[in-house]
């Protein structure tokens, strides 16, 4: 698989999440070629705190010993929070792959500073399905990054 082919099936994960009412946010976990691990927000569907996109492709890789995240690539369709940077940075993984960094920046300055390797596509898709879900939905959006509504 190539890039484009990983960052495709981070998108197919964002478009279920919103296929299934939830925030449109995907990631993969790949590992030599391979995805390993999937996920995308499930903040709504399951009333949860912590299940973003990163963090639900992490949870479905199970419990690993901390070597196997020494040769991984996060993708994820939009940029990570801080819950989600911090959950890179105590796994020591190495790359992240960001769709688009527009309709929200994370930590990724932090993620530098620490020695990831952080590639923004700057994808218009991404950004354009964000951006379609928080004007049809802009009270979930401004509720899940947890600031006041402009």
């Not at 901390?66 to 801080?82: E, G, I, K, N, R």
Request: glycine share 10%; proline share 4%; hydrophobic share 45%.
């Amino acid at each position: 698989m190539t890039l484009d082919l990983f960052m495709d099936a981070a998108i197919q994960e964002a478009q279920r999440g919103l296929a299934a009412g939830g925030i449109p946010i995907g990631s993969v976990v790949v590992k030599n070629g391979t995805i390993v691990g999937r996920g995308h927000n499930l903040r709504v569907q399951q009333g949860s705190a912590i299940l973003h996109a990163e963090m639900s492709a992490l949870e479905t890789l199970g419990r690993q010993p901390a070597m196997f995240y020494q040769d991984v690539t996060l993708y994820t369709t939009l940029s990570p929070c801080s819950m989600c940077t911090g959950a890179i940075l105590l796994y020591k993984i190495p790359r992240v792959v960001i769709g688009e960094n527009h309709t929200f920046m994370g930590e990724e300055a932090l993620l530098k500073s620490r020695g990831v390797k952080v590639t923004v596509l700057d994808l218009p898709q991404c950004r354009q399905m964000m951006q379609a879900f928080i004007k049809g939905t802009p009270q979930l959006w401004y509720e899940d990054i947890g600031v006041e509504q402009a």
